[in-house]
Structures are given as structure tokens and as C-alpha cells.
């Protein structure tokens, strides 16, 4: 199998350009799915400064998942190549407007990252918006910051977001105050929309000195 391609200069939007514009962390590890990843990459770009995130500062394998004749589960392929721009531990949340927890393999072994549940917890803490889509609930449901809550994934991932003390929406996508989750990538484009949304509340709040929450 070839290997697959990586994203060259130009292509991934380049963090000192707009240093000025309010920044976004998004997640990646190895096993994220690509188009979870790249839409938002680049959606966001449009708007705020998004910096990649992950357990070192390395590059990463993105994978495309996908529903193929004769699979009762996804099938796997090589996806894109990206490279993180902070490592997970030396991320300072006070950074950041902005958090954004893609799908695919990768949150089964990112939630064991102690740094990253650390994250996730001071995101909450501070009332920050948070997107979460597909096994991206997987993070959140290690980081105990959807008891109590509803929330939208894929259906295989309901016992996660249960057992977490989450209620399972059939729904394709949930708001419950700063997080927003959606189920796949057929719910991409209204995801992030209601994410910039909030976003956009909630930097009005915090310049106009009212509470972030």
C-alpha cells in the first residue's frame, strides 16, 4: 500500500499568518478521520487561527472511513498526512476560544492522554464552546463532562456516551450550553455552522464584560 500523501506548505493554513484572529484547538491523532479533521481545518480557518493538537508535536495519519458494500462496520483507508502544531501538554486553555474533537480511531487511545483530559475539563470549566462529532464523544465521556448531558454520535458509540452517564439523542445534531455534538460526516456543514455560531456568542460576551457562561 503507498504511502499517503502529506500536506505541504500552503496547503494547511499557516498559524503566524492570522497570530491576531482568536485561536481554536483542534484535536488529531493518529487515526483521525479526514474529512472530521479537514473541514473544520479549514471552515474555521476562515474566521479564527486553528492550531493542531496532539500528543507530540509530530506529524500524523489521517484515515477516510467509509460505508462499503458488504461491511456491517466502516472501512479503513489511508487518508492524509498532518503535522500538530503543539504537543497536547503544552497547551495553555486561557489560549483558546475553542475546542474541536474530531471522529475515526484516534479518541479510543487520545482519551487515555491525561494532558488532553485536562484540556477538556478546563474548556468546560471556563464555559468555552466545544464541537465534538462521531468517536469524538469518547473524549469527552473519559473527561466526566457529559453526565447529565444529551448528545448526538453514531449509533455504536451510544454505550459510550451512556455509560457515561449521557442521554443518547437519535438526533443529528445536539446543543446543551457550550458543547455542541453531531453524529458523522453527513452532519458536517450544519455542525459547523452552529459551532461558529457559538463561538462568535461567545466572544460578544466576554468583549461586551458580561459572563463567558
Known sequence: MSASPCFQPGLKPDPQQDKDRPRILLVVGDGAEVLDTMV????????????????????????????????DITEER????????VAFRDVRTEDYV???????????YLRYDEH????????????????????????????????????????????????C????????????????CARGKKDLAPWMRQFVQMIQEYLARTKSGGDSR
Not at 78 to 85: E, I, K, S, T, V
Not at 134 to 149: F, K, Q, S, T
Open 40 to 71: 473544520p481545518l479549514y471552515r474555521l480557518g476562515e474566521d479564527f487561527q486553528v492550531l493542531i493538537a496532539a500528543p507530540e508535536k509530530r506529524t500524523y495519519h489521517l484515515v477516510i472511513h467509509e460505508l462499503a458494500d458488504g461491511w
Open 165 to 180: 452517564g449521557a442521554t443518547y439523542a437519535q438526533e443529528p445534531m445536539v446543543r446543551a450550553g457550550n458543547l455542541i
Open 116 to 163: 488532553l483530559i485536562r484540556i477538556t475539563r478546563e474548556f468546560f470549566g471556563q464555559a468555552k464552546p466545544v464541537a465534538s462529532i462521531c468517536h469524538g464523544i469518547e473524549i469527552l465521556g473519559a473527561a466526566d463532562v457529559i453526565r447529565g448531558r444529551a448528545v448526538a454520535t453514531i449509533p455504536k458509540c451510544r454505550f459510550d456516551a451512556e455509560v
Open 78 to 85: 489511508p487518508g492524509y498526512r498532518l503535522a500538530a502544531d
Open 98 to 108: 475553542g475546542l474541536v474533537l474530531p471522529g475515526g480511531r484516534a479518541p479510543e
